[in-house]
């Protein structure tokens, strides 16, 4: 994985920090969970245009993501977390890490979720 600055495209994350329970009109449990995320980190990243060969190859058999992230260094991120480039909101599926850095599975949700 190789990762240039200058190749690197504006995004924002947000870690998951919880969940909270969801309540039906009349203040009754639905034994569903809302994710609580963070404050929005601003990052620079290297994504890719679309899903390439070599991602499905390193994410095995999964192939319902949209785009990949390579990072160098230290990963900030974590699966379920959320990330916001161009304007589309997108999920973290899977993260695959060698010795040299990450490279993150992205899949992209409704903006809301």
């Known amino acids: ?11 924002t994350y947000e870690n998951v920090i919880g969940a909270e329970p969801i309540y039906d009109a009349y203040g009754n449990d639905t034994l569903e969970k809302k994710k609580l995320y963070g404050a929005p980190v601003t990052a620079y990243w ?16 999964l192939t319902d993501y949209s785009r990949t992230v390579s990072l160098c260094g230290n990963c ?17 599926v899977r993260i695959a890490d060698s010795k040299n850095g990450y490279l993150l599975a992205l899949r992209e949700v409704a903006d809301n979720a």
């Open 46 to 61: 290297n994504v890719s245009a679309a899903v390439g060969e070599e991602a499905n190859e390193i994410f095995g058999d």
């Open 1 to 11: 994985m190789r990762t240039l600055k200058r190749n690197g495209r504006k995004v």
């Open 76 to 92: 900030p991120v974590f699966e379920g977390d959320r990330v916001t480039f161009n304007g589309a909101t997108y999920r973290v």
